[in-house]
């Protein structure tokens, strides 16, 4: 998944860099240890105020549903449901490994 390119390119390298910075100050985790070491958890904490920005963009995710009773109406719902305001922490899990995780990938 580009790690080859990341190996041997200062551009590609650049670039999965600064795509890591940002997954690490916006949602706490590194998007290059997932790539390289597929892990099969990964704890997200959300103590101290950088912590509360992480809660915060989490909570903040949202999609929209229509109502099942054919009303034309639209709900929207949190995507991380058991993300609150109160949260201390969040682990994410995929038991074949994070990459096949639809919350990190587009799955298969």
């Given at each position: 998944m580009g790690m080859d390119l990341y190996a041997s390119s200062p551009v590609a390298r650049a670039i999965w860099d600064r795509a890591n910075e940002h997954f690490i100050k916006s949602y706490g985790f590194s998007i290059l240890d997932i790539v390289r070491?597929?892990?099969k958890e990964v704890?997200?904490?959300f103590g101290g105020p950088k912590g509360a920005h992480i809660r915060s963009n989490y909570c903040s995710m949202t999609y929209d549903i229509a109502r099942p009773d054919g009303s034309g109406g639209i709900d929207t719902l949190p995507l991380f449901p058991s993300i609150s305001h109160e949260s201390n922490s969040h682990t994410f899990r995929q038991p074949n490994g994070l990459l096949n995780a639809t919350q990190v990938s587009r799955g298969k």
């Open positions: 070491n597929n892990p704890t997200v904490h």
